[in-house]
């Protein structure tokens, strides 16, 4: 299949665009002392690693570390912080993120949400 069409033929989108376009890997995920999934696509795991820090590795790694990562965070005030905690930061295989109040201090989210755009290895 090249390209998927709707039923009324109307309107078509080249299969490169889907598989472009869509998420290969997203999670919503609390930090609290559960650290647990509340639903997640392609995570194999989910590491905390101490107040605000998180680890996430995935089920199917990404083809190189330059995939867009996007996210939030549902705690009022706090601050999301992708690939930027330590050496490890973002890789093919995992990402590391840190979620920090306005102080910079790290915190534990009741609802963090994140997401890897790109092509998988």
Do not use: E
């Not at 912080?81 to 093919?92: I, W």
């Not at 590391?96 to 092509?119: E, H, K, M, P, W």
């Amino acid at each position: 299949v090249n390209t998927l069409t709707d039923a009324s033929s109307n309107n078509s989108t080249a299969m490169s665009t889907i598989n472009q376009g869509t998420a290969k890997a997203w999670a919503c995920f609390v930090q609290d002392t559960s650290h647990t999934f509340h639903d997640s696509f392609n995570m194999a795991s989910l590491t905390d690693s101490g107040a605000g820090f998180s680890a996430v590795s995935y089920t199917n790694n990404f083809n190189n570390d330059d995939y867009a990562s996007p996210g939030l965070s549902g705690k009022g005030g706090a601050r999301l912080y992708l690939d930027s905690v330590g050496d490890a930061g973002k890789g093919t295989s995992s990402m590391q993120l840190y979620v920090a109040n306005t102080s910079g201090t790290g915190t534990d989210a009741d609802d963090v949400n994140i997401s890897g755009l790109g092509d998988l290895a």
